[in-house]
């Protein structure tokens, strides 16, 4: 596990649990954990695109989707559609897009294979102004602690009653 990857930062410090405890001391910048299994983590973007950019990542230092293993790619698969659910009723937002690059040539920042989900509200006058494009790029925004531990919390609550209305208790 790279010691200067973020996100296995978050991993080392969020074990898996079906319900997350947060002590959002524990890294810097704050990691807000949304879903954290023996596989696959979920945290908000801390420079998000839009209210409730989701990052879905593996646990395990995995730069590209291609160095994943197929017990990994099945559960990010399976997340990323649970976890599209729980945003989209969580946000309100039912328009939204996933992408998710690989490589520095691709846009990929973090060298740690992960899945965007950006929720795409509809363009009001005031979010006019801003750049959308359909692969992700737009103006990002720094994520503020206050509505992150409530969003984080709020999309927690959610996926529990996604996991009971499929009849799992467990992540």
């Avoid at 990857?5 to 524990?26: E, G, K, M, Q, R």
């Avoid at 509200?121 to 494009?133: D, I």
Wanted: overall charge negative.
């Amino acid at each position: 596990m790279p010691t200067d990857c973020p996100f296995c930062n978050i991993a080392a410090h969020w074990a898996p649990s079906p319900t997350p405890s947060p002590n959002y001391d524990l890294i810097s910048p704050s990691a807000f954990v949304v879903l954290s299994t023996p596989f696959v983590m979920a945290f908000l973007d801390i420079m998000p695109l839009s209210p409730g950019h989701l990052l879905i990542t593996t646990r395990a230092h995995r730069e590209k989707i291609s160095d994943v293993t197929d017990q990994e790619a099945q559960d990010l698969g399976l997340w990323v559609s649970r976890l599209s659910r729980v945003l989209a009723k969580v946000t309100g937002v039912w328009d939204w897009n996933i992408v998710q690059n690989n490589g520095a040539a691709a846009s990929q920042v973090v060298p740690h294979v992960h899945y965007h989900l950006i929720p795409r509200p509809a363009l009001t006058p005031e979010l006019r102004n801003r750049s959308f494009t359909m692969f992700g790029k737009g103006q990002r925004s720094e994520l503020e602690d206050e509505e992150a531990v409530e969003l984080a919390g709020k999309l927690r609550e959610e996926l529990k009653r996604e996991l009971n209305r499929l009849g799992r208790e467990k992540l």
